[in-house]
T-cell receptor, first 114, second 116 residues
């Protein structure tokens, strides 16, 4: 079965650079969630989209922006990168935005900022 | 706000030992509760869930019961295997109004290592 695809899987950037992370949800899934997991930390919710509209926002820095496109894939844009942005970034998708819809997670993008 | 607290780890067990990982939560309403597992280098996988009080979620020999009176959702397995070595996250989801439908709030994670 098709799963959530994230690209790239690994990314190394320097401070103050920009990074773009991509998420391709499971086919026919219309909802995307982004989470950030720092080293040894629990995943923290960043932002979510339903039908290409932002549906919820968590602890996402103003330096970050995201959107969901017409084909339902999503991109997380991160500017003025800081060392503290080094983390594993997960994308999850679901077939609806209600609580009863299970979130399926991608393998994550490991971002290292040097 | 909502929060999830897991027992501090890591947990190291011998194969066939009994496993308990404690999880308690704080929520304003009636959340759904989950256990996710993360194997090395992989994403999070749903292990089991419970959506209302006294529900028992189970999968692959793992069980957890939604206890509203103690706000707990402890994970148990009667006989662990080496292949169960992973990080386990307790999590909750609660409708928060408007379009805030389904974000997950995670606990700190518990690293489980099972030795032969």
């Amino acid at each position: 079965a098709a799963g959530v695809i994230q690209s790239p899987r690994h990314l190394i950037k320097e401070k103050r650079e920009t990074a773009t992370l991509k998420c391709y949800p499971i086919p026919r899934h219309d909802t995307v969630y982004w989470y950030q997991q720092g080293p040894g930390q629990d995943p923290q919710f960043l932002i979510s989209f339903y039908e290409k509209m932002q549906s919820d926002k968590g602890s996402i820095p103003d330096r970050f922006s995201a959107q969901q496109f017409s084909d339902y894939h999503s991109e997380l844009n991160m500017s003025s990168l800081e060392l503290g942005d080094s983390a594993l970034y997960f994308c999850a998708s679901s077939s609806g935005q209600g609580i009863s819809y299970e979130q399926y997670f991608g393998p994550g993008t490991r971002l290292t900022v040097t | 706000g909502n929060s999830v607290t897991q027992m501090e780890g890591p947990v190291t067990l011998s194969e066939e030992a009994f496993l308990t990982i404690n999880c308690t939560y704080t929520a304003t309403g009636y959340p759904s509760l989950f256990w996710y597992v993360q194997y090395p280098g992989e994403g999070l996988q749903l292990l089991l869930k419970a959506t209302k009080a006294d529900d028992k979620g189970s999968n692959k020999g793992f069980e957890a019961t939604y206890r509203k009176e103690t706000t707990s959702f402890h994970l148990e397995k009667g006989s662990v295997q080496v292949s169960d070595s992973a990080v386990y996250f307790c999590a909750l989801r609660e409708y928060a109004g408007g379009t805030s439908y389904g974000k997950l709030t995670f606990g700190q994670g518990t690293i489980l290592t099972v030795h032969p």
